[in-house]
């Protein structure tokens, strides 16, 4: 909503009042409130967040009883630390914690800044992966806790992703996030099968994060990666079979960023070499045979194709060249979307 509306104010108010009673710490936020607040379902689920400035929002027994509402709920505040009220306990929770609550039972949230990303589970959903939801309130995962980077990780994910799921990608994905959530909360004995395999989906998505941000690092390898997540090299190892194994999976997207380097407006003039060894790639020869392994053509006539298809033919068309529809076909298959499988 735009900045400066009092009546927008009124209308996000009424518009979140099922769940909460959203306040403002003083008249006069009324006249420069702005906000914005967006989810998507996906097979029962929701993931969505909001932002706004200096707020409350409140959920008391009133609203509590009006709504009718008992789904779960899982949050992470992303830009600001805020405190969060509980059954008579204040509790401070950083950004990067992640936060449980049950719609059933009230509590209040003080943020000087809200930025949040909110996972919301139907409780008929994630009651039988748990042993009990009695303590599930207000239960905080903190973020240097595995677990906690693990759910925050997918949370960051799901906001980018679900948009785009087809209805078999949606369902696996809500599989994985309520094990996920179960896992927080306390699995049931008759769940542990599947709140493992979603533990394992959602370390090796961190994981594939954190490669994805490294792929420049030299030093990036099997050592860093299980010292950085505290794994054995078998549990890497086990992690990645499904990928082709960690060190062709860490090549494999190095050759990925170079091909797109490779068509980088601005990179014609640069040496093919001193490109390549910003991903680790130092012998030209050893390069080039893995990129036409890779790709099917060598990086020098990738590149060539590349200013063939920014000319125009004799037509006024772009010829985009078979190779470039290879590499396009294969970037799309070796992209992350391996990680709820």
């Known amino acids: 909503m735009p900045e400066g509306s009092a009546d927008g104010f009124e209308a996000m108010r009424a518009a979140i009042l099922p769940m909460f009673r959203w306040e403002l710490s003083s008249p006069e936020d009324r006249s420069r409130f702005t906000a914005m607040v967006h989810s998507t379902f996906f097979d029962g689920l929701s993931i969505g967040g909001s932002e706004a400035m200096r707020s409350t929002i409140?959920?008391?027994?009133?609203?509590?009883?009006?709504?009718?509402?008992?789904?779960?709920?899982?949050?992470?505040?992303?830009?600001?630390?805020?405190?969060?009220?509980?059954?008579?306990?204040?509790?401070?929770?950083?950004?990067?914690?992640?936060?449980?609550?049950?719609l059933t039972r009230p509590l209040a949230i003080e943020a000087e800044t809200v930025s949040n990303l909110s996972l919301i589970i139907p409780r008929g959903r994630i009651r039988p992966l748990v042993r009990t939801l009695d303590h599930a309130h207000g239960l905080v995962i903190r973020r240097e806790s595995r677990i906690g980077r693990i759910v925050f990780n997918h949370l960051v994910e799901l906001k980018m992703r679900a948009p785009a799921f087809a209805a078999e990608t949606a369902a696996e994905a809500a599989a994985v996030t309520t094990a996920l959530a179960g896992a927080c909360i306390g699995p049931a004995p008759e769940a542990q099968t599947e709140i493992r395999?979603?533990?394992?989906?959602?370390?090796?998505?961190?994981?594939?994060?954190?490669?994805?941000?490294?792929?420049?690092?030299?030093?990036?390898?099997?050592?860093?990666?299980?010292?950085?997540?505290?794994?054995?090299?078998?549990?890497?190892?086990?992690?990645?079979?499904?990928?082709?194994?960690?060190?062709?999976?860490?090549?494999?997207?190095?050759?990925?960023?170079?091909?797109?380097?490779?068509?980088?407006?601005?990179?014609?003039?640069?040496?093919?070499?001193?490109?390549?060894?910003?991903?680790?790639?130092?012998?030209?020869?050893?390069?080039?045979?893995?990129?036409?392994?890779?790709?099917?053509?060598?990086?020098?006539?990738?590149?060539?194709?590349?200013?063939?298809?920014?000319?125009?033919?004799?037509?006024?068309?772009?010829?985009?060249?078979?190779?470039?529809?290879?590499?396009?076909?294969?970037?799309?298959?070796?992209?992350?979307?391996?990680?709820?499988r």
Request: glycine content about 8%; overall charge positive; charged content about 25%.
């Open 197 to 340: 395999h979603a533990l394992r989906c959602g370390l090796r998505s961190l994981i594939l994060a954190r490669i994805e941000q490294e792929l420049g690092n030299p030093d990036l390898n099997v050592d860093a990666l299980t010292q950085a997540f505290g794994l054995s090299r078998a549990s890497l190892y086990r992690l990645f079979e499904p990928l082709g194994g960690v060190s062709n999976y860490i090549t494999q997207r190095r050759l990925a960023r170079m091909a797109t380097l490779l068509t980088r407006t601005g990179s014609e003039n640069k040496r093919i070499l001193v490109l390549a060894n910003r991903y680790g790639f130092t012998n030209y020869s050893a390069f080039s045979r893995l990129f036409r392994q890779t790709f099917g053509v060598a990086p020098r006539d990738f590149r060539a194709s590349r200013r063939k298809a920014q000319e125009p033919d004799g037509d006024g068309h772009h010829d985009l060249g078979l190779s470039m529809a290879a590499v396009n076909d294969w970037l799309r298959t070796r992209a992350v979307s391996e990680s709820f």
């Open 58 to 102: 409140v959920r008391d027994n009133a609203v509590v009883a009006s709504a009718g509402l008992d789904d779960v709920v899982v949050q992470a505040y992303v830009g600001a630390d805020y405190r969060c009220r509980i059954e008579g306990q204040i509790r401070l929770i950083r950004a990067g914690d992640v936060l449980v609550y049950d």
